[in-house]
């Protein structure tokens, strides 16, 4: 796996993967960013919200549990001190399906976070990560 992150004029940063994606990253405006992309340690957030959500609508269509939605809100604290690691980590899931079994959706998120999930894996090397999850109508 291979990334190029560039400085832009205008002080902004882009990064491009192999995989042909690029995105904007910034800084925000009180450390001299324009708030033009998000901020790199949101970026690592998003990452491990996306690897969870993955890896968790794939169980659960193995388990024959199909997800018509699924949403993830992740909320994080940071130290105080520098660096300013990520200390906390909460990830809730909002799934919506026609009959889901909430102890295959617990079983589902549970292997993600122990076992598949790099970026859980990682993160929580240095942070407490905590789960739950809600089953919406749907």
């Known amino acids: 796996m291979h990334a190029t992150i560039t400085l832009s004029e205008d002080d902004s940063l882009y990064g491009h993967t192999d995989s042909g994606h690029g995105i904007v990253m910034d800084r925000a405006p009180d450390v001299g960013g324009r708030n033009q992309g998000a901020r790199p340690m949101e970026m690592l957030l998003l990452g491990l919200g996306g690897c969870t959500l993955i890896d968790v609508v794939l169980i659960l269509r193995k388990a024959r549990q199909p997800c018509t939605d699924v949403r993830i809100e992740l909320e994080a604290e940071r130290a105080t001190e520098v660096p300013r690691v990520f200390t906390k980590i909460h990830v809730h899931f909002a799934l919506s399906g026609a009959e889901l079994d909430p102890q295959k959706v617990a079983r589902a998120i549970r292997l993600s976070a122990e076992k598949y999930c790099s970026a859980s894996q990682m993160l929580g090397a240095v ?4 789960h739950d999850f809600e ?4």
């Open 135 to 138: 089953i919406l109508p749907g």
């Open 127 to 130: 942070a407490e990560i905590t």
